[in-house]
């Protein structure tokens, strides 16, 4: 295991607290229990957004932390659900007054810790809203998971009510919009390696040299099936095709195009998937009208991507172009 | 070799042509010869900039087209120097009647065929100057270049001098203030894998599983000597010793520090780097003033990091700050 890092055990805090250090216009930390939040704290009237998970799929979620996405996020240990007490008092330190909304990707550890946090912060008089982000269509249950994973397309769900959110909306509004989101996202990925927990220091699982696993999980869970390494375009077909199938997507829609890099796989190879995508999309008769390629939700230094489309409505665009201000995210 | 392309001898015009797709609102292709230029073409009045370079260190130079930083970028092929007849239609085509200037970063190839194409420019009565970046302290010479090679610090050079040209300044000004900043800032890095080039399929140098490269070049070239993988806060350490002596930075001065990631290391390590090396920086009496974590240049898929310390001054701090509206860097 070759990796930048101390004591594997304070990865996640030693990592957090160089985070908030660069970011300290943005972000501020509460160390114990650990949770990261806006600088300034809650917005008085705003409708505070919480999310948080395993760390190692940086910069999921305290990347997306400031003005117009999250209020506060919280990073459990490497791929580790955060713990009922740790979400409880973020819950606390995003609430404005008009309640908060958590994003949860479906994982049954975090469903099941934000349900408690979000009881305790209800216990605390904060009311407070859960959407569970279930865009993997890649598999039906998996390691850790009822139902669909939630990966990538939950930038997307961020992004979309945390601009709702910035606008004004209720709680219910907000909550709507999010759930509109997840609704109408799906995502599917591929791993070309594996990637390794530095406490654990081997990989999570073996891939052979000349084959990619289709439909990876963002922990390593295992997908669809393994083939032979492909060319891109190939690879990217599978994907796209199975994201827009589940979508029963129509000629004639408007999408959001995220091509998503695991952590450990070139720019320059995230736009070659780009480009098949998006000219498969264009073939189907959709138009993407919005695009975002880059690391948004890794898996350490796994190589491989994503793609996930969302179908978009004009009130859905006008909320990816409004105004975003936070370390991985901003215009 | 896994990676996630097509023909290894299409990858730099697929991922150029998805990029340009995705940035659609940013900016434009010219096919040939291959350059990427601001849409809309050069900005009448204004010093035009152009950059370029062998492809693999993505987000540079393409990634940083549009306001506020260059006008214009010349892609090599994979870790090779773009030819003159592409440098010369891209300093044309940035050129709004106020001149241009080229910043190269120091390679034999890059610099004699910037100076080619700069001669080609001038015949057809653009009015070009040039400045070389050698931030990198690492060794002296090295594969490919006499004198010090230019690496990450290239992205400041791009970024002020950009704010520079944007806010009026002339040619003679703007190339003194990205001299200004050659001459005050400083890198170096660490590479803990190797990268592949797709063309030549196999990794360009090999680094034992129990051995760091400290001083890498950006294509892998050899840097001051190997070492056993050693904890995080004691390769910062080296890095930021080595960057911060050749600086002669004193107590009381203010840096900006940019913690650049080689492409396959992941957010959360380059954070840990970025903690130690601002503490050693504060140990030794400076100020981080302005900071930047991410892959801005990178090398592939290689893991490791590198860290570049510029001394700022009050103008140098306020063009950091000026809008820039970039695929890569935006605020």
Redesign the interface.
Known sequence: M??????PQN??T??????V???ADIVTKNDDPLFVSRVGGAVQGKVGLVSGGG??H??LHA?FIGVGMLDAAVPGAMFTSPTPDQIAPALQAADGGAGVLAIVKNYTGDVLNFETGAELADAEGVEVATVIVNDDVAVENSTWTAGRRGVAGTVLVEKLAGAAAERGDDLATVTAIAQRVIDNVRTMG?A??ACTVPHAGKPSFDLP?DE?EIGIGIHGEPGRHRIP?A???E??ATLLDAVADDLALAAGEQVLLLVNGM?????????????QA?ALLEARGAQVAR?L?G?YT?S??M???SVTVLRLDDELTGLWDAPV?TAAL??
């Open positions: 070759k990796k930048l890092i101390n004591d990865v996640v030693e990592s957090v607290e160089g985070f250090l660069a970011h760390s190692g940086e910069p990347g591929v070309l390696t040299e990619i390494l060319p891109a375009d690879i990217t952590g450990g796989t070139p720019a320059s190879e995230l736009y070659i998937v780009y480009r998006r695009s390629v690391n890794t350490l230094e190589q491989g991507a201000h901003r215009w």
